[in-house]
């Protein structure tokens, strides 16, 4: 995530806060001297007050209000691009119409998504599909694919967060799973990809599966076997081994830490968390933690994931958890 980006998701988490606790005086200073840091930060805050001005534009008999607790889950990153395109509409009657178009994205988390996608599971919610040609598909929480089986072809594309495919082998038609660059050609497996920022995760727990990437210098093109993974992003590669059992185990409701770094950990939390989690403090993000924990029970995950960092949790809303170091 470059400056911009966080300086943006900052952004979000502010004005969470702030409609939320519009008297709380601490929280307004800690906002402020956030505000006063950086270019960066003022510019994502003006964006994302912009959107709300929007939304109070319409007239009051129509207004959405945009402090419900659904509204700041949403992916206001795809409103910012969504109105820039759209700008035309804010002049004369388009207000309104550009107004009820921001309030409907912003009430309903992962809309865009949702309407593209074939299958979606919502937030907290591992969702198991049986596919036509005897695959089966586990979805994680707040994760999308679309799909194209014909008596020619199988190929799934991951649009948004983790799956695990159990693959039904058939040689006259290969099972192909795009996520983003990445392309995963079944050779008979069990196989997990998840797609976080900008990196696309392959693992393998059994069988063979064939990863190809279109990566600087040269494409990637590794055979993976059970017990194998690939990381890879638009400047690196990473890979690895660990034990075939731990390969999906998001699906038991366990997520578990090998000296992995927190920001990584709180980012696979997310999507199995109801409230927005808000890391103030940066610098915790690249601490490493090793531990198994319960993603039944993610508020009691994300305490015992940042407490050997002397990282403390401040509930400052029903809806919002607050990361805060001493």
Same mark, same amino acid.
């Given at each position: ?13 502010? /004005? ?36 709300? +001005? ?53 009430? @309903? ?33 707040? /994760?999308?694919? /679309? ?24 040689? $006259? ?33 059994? !069988? ?14 590794? +055979? ?8 890879? /992003?638009?400047? +690196? ?10 390969? !999906? ?11 992995? !770094?927190?920001? +990584? ?7 199995? $968390? ?16 090793? !531990? ?5 029970? #993610? ?15 401040? #509930? @400052? ?7 805060? $170091?001493?």
């Amino acid at each position: 995530m470059d400056e911009n980006q966080e300086a943006e998701a900052q952004a979000i988490d502010w /004005s969470l806060l702030l409609n939320e606790e519009p008297d709380d005086q601490a929280l307004r200073r800690e906002f402020e001297k956030w505000l006063s840091e950086k270019p960066a930060h003022a510019m994502a805050w003006k964006q994302v007050s912009a959107i709300s +001005d929007i939304i109070r534009s319409a007239p009051p008999d129509r207004q959405i209000d945009p402090v419900r607790p659904m509204v700041f889950q949403a992916r206001i990153q795809a409103l910012v691009f969504f109105l820039q395109k759209r700008w035309r509409l804010l002049s004369g009657g388009g207000v309104v119409a550009a107004a009820f178009c921001a309030a409907l994205l912003l009430m @309903v988390p992962d809309l865009i998504t949702r309407l593209l996608a074939d299958q979606y599971a919502p937030t907290g919610t591992i969702r198991t599909l049986h596919l036509a040609d005897g695959s089966d598909v586990v979805l994680a929480p707040r /994760s999308a694919i /679309s799909i194209r089986i014909s008596a020619q072809e199988r190929h799934i594309n991951l649009m948004q967060g983790e799956a695990f495919f159990t693959v039904h082998h058939d040689n $006259s038609r290969p099972f192909v799973v795009q996520a983003g660059k990445v392309r995963a050609q079944d050779i008979g497996t069990a196989f997990d990809i998840q797609i976080a920022h900008h990196e696309t995760t392959v693992q393998v727990r059994d !069988g063979v599966v064939h990863v190809s990437a279109p990566t600087t210098p040269q494409t990637y093109e590794h +055979d993976l076997h059970g017990g194998e993974w690939v990381r890879v /992003s638009d400047t +690196d590669i990473g890979s690895g081994t660990l034990s075939p059992e731990a390969i !999906g185990a998001w699906q038991e409701g366990v997520l578990i830490a090998r000296n992995d !770094g927190v920001g +990584d950990m709180i980012t696979a939390l997310r999507p199995w $968390s109801g409230k927005r989690i808000v890391v103030m403090n940066h610098t915790l993000l690249s601490r490493r933690v090793t !531990g198994v924990y319960d993603l039944r029970k #993610p508020d009691a995950a994300l305490r015992l994931l940042v407490s050997p960092i002397q990282g403390k949790i401040v #509930p @400052v809303t029903p809806w919002a958890n607050l990361v805060v $170091s001493p």
